[in-house]
């Protein structure tokens, strides 16, 4: 049997006729160098983070252009330290899928430690203000999801953990972002050093809202006494702290059974997973897709790693907001969203199946190429049409891929505003446009209400994937049942903090509203709804 740890690795030929690429760097002097000079910190170690981010570094530890690797950080779920990463040495079994079924395996091993951001684990609390108040220290990341910067709650108002760190001080602060606000003060403190924030998750203006999550707790703490003043300057001096704008693409579900199976089969033991009815899922392997693109705003205070050896473009910011803005609020992020949605709702558990189902491409193809393309500015470095076809011609349908509604429809409403929202906008303000011609958006609005209805188009009960305001949501529908003629939903769409914009006042909200009670009908109504007006040329009653 193989075995995904360092004495493991010694087993090179073993791995070889399991087709698994090896590390091609000494794990040891990497791990040792990282150590005493630590450059990378990342907090998030989800899938994204794994399949991607860390293998980026890998190619640089490969090639001999890096010579440390990267401190990864648990914010939350401290069982998969145990569980997973210590078990196997940090090592990462990176499964790559293409379309014509070449699966390519490769260890991943540029995590040099893990630790976890929780008070109760002491030592990791050391070892994180030491990093922090390493002069070498270059880069902090995150792919912490979108509710992960967040420091407010469903009524708008500071969450209970925020308040409580803002009043108590930098000292033993209990949300994600006062923790890297404290550690950013202790590296104030000894010596300003440079440092730069890089967000990698997919919310607009990432780094701004890195930035404005870090620097809002500060000031807090600036006027309670709790930090001297200068700190806010350090932080808002983009030569000494840098926060750039990001875009990140790549399609990485859940670990798989299918994928665990099939390493199984190859001989490679231990490749168990924790999670499934909880926050995370995680196993010692990740699957993703063969493609991905890395975008950052070259702006670092203080030095970076030469990624762009790896793949990973630099460039100006106006260029990141295109391109971020055409992947995350029209050309995949939105076309993923409705098919979460919708997919629940019609029973369907894999992302390529949902593309063979005709009314279901019709509805990504509309949201797509006839009401995205048109709005999408094209960033010059990707083109809109090219990126936009091969999500929905190759990506998507890459029946390889182990990708799961479920997975997408989870902090749907973190993500409607950007998803949808943008777009909506941009009709708005446009004056050859009109929000109310839209078909696709509204019906992939209603869909999602009707979603957290969490009774499937069948009418039989479904589980709703985790979201932070899923209980203020389903209250306002706590009376709406299948069958019924009326409801309550424009509670839900007249929140303009859920989308970005009002959509009463563009002509969308009683149209979304009319929707979802054609969807509500009873069993079937969302498919017979989604196929009435994915018909050519139909729209629905303005
Ligand atoms: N998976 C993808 O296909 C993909 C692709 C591009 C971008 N992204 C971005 O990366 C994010 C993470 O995706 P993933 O697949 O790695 O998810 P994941 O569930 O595997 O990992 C999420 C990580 O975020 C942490 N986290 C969750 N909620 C948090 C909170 N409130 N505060 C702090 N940390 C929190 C978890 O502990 C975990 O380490 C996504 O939300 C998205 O913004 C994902
Ligand atoms: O990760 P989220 O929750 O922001 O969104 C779910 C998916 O749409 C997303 O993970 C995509 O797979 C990804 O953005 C592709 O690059």
Not at 312 to 326: W, Y
Not at 328 to 352: D, F, M, R
Request: a negative charge.
């Amino acid at each position: 049997m193989l075995h995904l740890s360092l004495s493991g690795l010694a087993d090179e030929s073993g791995w070889q006729s399991a087709g698994v690429e090896l590390p091609q760097f000494d794990i040891g002097q990497m791990v040792r160098n990282t150590e005493e000079n630590p450059q990378w910190i990342h907090f998030g170690l989800g899938q994204i983070f794994r399949a991607f981010v860390a293998n980026c570094q890998q190619k640089l530890l490969d090639t001999g252009k890096a010579d440390t690797g990267i401190v990864a950080v648990v914010p939350h779920d401290m069982e998969s330290i145990d569980k997973i990463y210590k078990p196997h040495d940090q090592l990462t079994l990176l499964v790559q899928m293409n379309a014509n079924g070449d699966f390519q395996k490769k260890v991943v091993a540029s995590i040099a430690e893990v630790l976890g951001a929780d008070p109760q684990r002491e030592q990791d609390d050391r070892r994180l203000a030491e990093i922090f108040e390493h002069p070498g220290l270059q880069m902090v990341s995150f792919t912490i999801t979108e509710k992960g910067y967040s420091l407010t709650g469903a009524d708008g108002e500071y969450l209970d953990s925020v308040r409580k760190d803002m009043a108590n001080g930098p000292e033993r602060p209990e949300h994600l972002m006062s923790k890297i606000a404290s550690l950013a003060y202790r590296r104030y403190l000894a010596g300003a050093y440079p440092l730069t924030f890089v967000s990698m998750d997919n919310c607009s203006h990432n780094g701004d809202k890195l930035m404005s999550s870090i620097v809002t707790i500060a000031k807090e703490w600036a006027e309670k006494g709790w930090v001297e003043p200068n700190f806010l300057t350090y932080l808002e001096d983009e030569s000494r702290v840098a926060f750039p704008l990001t875009m990140i693409d790549k399609i990485t579900p859940r670990p798989s059974e299918k994928i665990k199976h099939q390493l199984e089969q190859l001989g490679i033991a231990g490749m168990d997973m924790i999670g499934g009815g909880g926050r995370s899922f995680n196993a010692p392997f990740v699957n993703a897709e063969s493609s991905g693109y890395l975008v950052i705003e070259d702006k670092f205070a203080g030095g970076r790693p030469p990624l762009e050896e790896a793949g990973v473009i630099f460039t100006d910011r106006d260029t990141v907001i295109k391109v971020e803005t055409m992947k995350v609020t029209t050309c995949l992020n939105p076309l993923h969203t409705a098919l979460a949605v919708t997919g629940c709702l019609l029973g369907y558990s894999l992302i390529a199946d949902e593309m063979k189902d005709d009314t279901l491409r019709r509805l990504v193809e509309k949201i797509g190429y006839d009401e995205g393309l048109p709005v999408v500015v094209d960033p010059g470095i990707l083109n809109p049409r090219a990126f936009l076809d091969t999500v929905l011609q190759e990506r998507f349908p890459n029946p390889f891929i182990p990708d799961t509604p479920q997975r997408i429809a989870a902090d749907t409403s973190q993500k409607v505003g950007i998803r949808f929202g943008e777009t909506i906008k941009s009709y708005r303000d446009r004056k050859d446009l009109d929000p109310a011609e839209l078909t696709g958006i509204p019906l992939a609005i209603a869909a999602w209400c009707r979603y957290l209805l969490g009774v499937d188009d069948e009418g039989k009960p479904m589980r709703i994937s985790p979201d932070p305001l899923l209980e203020m949501l389903q209250k306002h529908l706590s009376g709406t049942t299948l069958g019924a003629k009326t409801s309550s939903v424009r509670g839900i769409l007249e929140e303009e903090r859920l989308f970005g914009v009002r959509l009463y006042e563009v002509g969308l909200g009683e149209k979304i509203e009319g929707l979802f009670h054609e969807m509500l009908e009873g069993p079937g109504a969302v498919r017979r709804t989604l196929e009435k007006y994915l018909k050519k040329g139909v729209n629905p009653v303005q």
